[in-house]
């Protein structure tokens, strides 16, 4: 599977990221100012405590899944003005059986105006394009704003998996939400 590298949409541009010290340096601020809703559910957020941290993600996780088509994860930017709004990702690809899983992140001024919607929508359609049957999104059953993005972009819910994943930032075992879309579905 290969998806394009560059996504336009109405209102965002989404691009794969480069491993440049600018684009960490720019990462690791927005994350930084978003911790208080990235830390409950995204296990990387405690551990990104610095620039270099977030290059080496850049050139380590992102870089090399792209070049292994093992996965990919695209910078997710305002159209009109460049600003940083995000990350979404393709991950879990599943060629055999056709089936992908994204994630995502948005800093806190971006949240709420559907830009995640919309990036998920445009994933998706290269997704379904490059071959995907099913696309999946998983999130903590607390968290809402996740469960939004995947309501709102006609997830199906097919399920909880009762405490499927430990949380390091509540110390117990949390659910989580199962969402899908099938290619006949879009």
């Known amino acids: 599977m290969i998806l394009s590298e560059r ?3 109405r209102r ?3 691009e794969r990221p480069k491993p440049t010290f600018e684009l960490a340096q720019e990462i690791y601020t927005y994350v930084q100012l978003s911790l208080n809703n990235l830390q409950p559910w995204l296990p990387w957020a405690n551990s990104m405590d610095s ?4 290059f080496a993600y850049l050139l380590n996780w992102c870089n090399k899944h792209w070049e292994e088509r093992t996965g990919f994860p695209f910078i997710i930017r305002d159209k009109d003005i460049k600003r940083f709004l995000g990350v979404i990702d ?3 690809i599943d060629e ?7 994630g995502y992140w948005l800093q806190n001024n971006a949240m709420g105006q559907g830009y995640m919607r919309e990036a998920v929508l445009a994933v998706e359609k290269q997704c379904f394009m490059a071959g995907l049957n099913r696309i999946e999104i998983r999130n903590d059953t607390r968290n809402e704003a ?6 709102g972009a006609g997830y ?3 399920g ?4 499927d994943k430990w949380s390091e930032y509540d110390k117990k075992f949390v659910d989580s939400n199962v969402w899908s879309k099938l290619k006949e579905e879009k």
Do not use: F, M, W
Request: aromatic residues 0%.
């Open 96 to 102: 055999k059986n056709k089936i992908g899983e994204i």
């Open 156 to 158: 199906h819910l097919d």
């Open 146 to 151: 996740s469960a939004n993005v995947a309501r």
């Open 51 to 54: 620039v270099e941290g977030e």
């Open 160 to 163: 909880v998996l009762r405490q």
């Open 7 to 9: 996504i336009e949409t």
């Open 12 to 14: 965002l541009i989404l």
């Open 90 to 92: 393709v991950i879990r």
